[in-house]
């Protein structure tokens, strides 16, 4: 699976919109790029995924550049709640059938009031 | 509605006891997963099953062994437990390999702690 890295820590005030970027060097042709929120003492939750360009969702934005070497996953206008830690994922779901997902260590994001 | 369940949520215990996990999902899922947090918060699989069958075993100690009596479940059994267990177990459970999805469905996870 290729290796992702993304900021440890990122602080932000309530309102505004916040970006968090992750690094794939080495993503291959077929993976996808996938991202998790995790809150204190819940199991990570499934946001968004993708393959190319943008795609959104009621939660989120991601976006991925041409070359595919990095993404950035967006949310918009955050408030308190969304103060949790977000990883990056990339690996290609249809290898073998099976998802042997890998977390790395995540960007825990501070949301300021 | 519960989508992954696990029990018990705490579960503390002295070393060299054998403890047991349980998780059930009720999505209808092919897949289900262990994964352990540790102190550091890094998320690592332990193993993943398809089916009933086990499909990805991580290097993991003998100590642990899951069990799948169906697809609806997927136990965890810790024998001789040690200090360096105590962790955060998460069971998590997905369709498999659907063409798309890294898609995965997290339990509430069960914070062992070995004393």
């Known amino acids: 699976l290729a290796k992702t890295t993304q900021p440890i820590s990122m602080d932000s005030y309530e309102g505004q919109e916040v970006n968090i970027t992750c690094s794939h060097n080495?993503?291959?042709?077929?993976?996808?790029i996938t991202w998790y929120q995790q809150f204190p003492s819940q199991g990570p939750r499934f946001i968004i995924q993708g393959y190319k360009t943008k795609v959104t969702n009621e939660v989120a934005s991601l976006f991925i550049p041409a070359d595919r070497k990095s993404s950035t996953l967006s949310l918009p206008r955050v408030s308190l709640s969304d103060t949790a830690v977000y990883y990056c994922l990339v690996g290609d779901p249809n290898s073998g059938g099976y998802q042997k997902v890998t977390f790395g260590t995540g960007t825990k994001l501070q949301v300021i009031p | 509605d519960t989508a992954v369940s696990q029990t018990p949520k705490y579960l503390v215990t002295q070393m060299g006891n054998d403890k047991s996990i349980k998780c059930e999902q009720n999505l209808g899922h092919d897949t289900m997963y262990w994964y352990k947090q540790d102190s550091k918060k890094f998320l690592k699989i332990m193993f993943s099953y398809n089916n009933k069958e086990l499909i990805i075993n991580e290097t993991v100690p003998n100590r642990f062994s899951p069990k799948s009596p169906d697809k609806a479940h997927l136990n965890l059994h810790i024998n001789s437990l040690e200090l360096g267990d105590s962790a955060v177990y998460f069971c998590?459970?997905?369709?498999?390999?659907?063409?798309?999805?890294?898609?995965?469905?997290f339990g509430p996870g069960t914070r062992l702690t070995v004393t």
């Open positions: 080495n993503i291959a042709t077929n993976d996808y």
């Open positions: 998590a459970s997905s369709l498999p390999g659907s063409g798309a999805s890294y898609e995965q469905y």
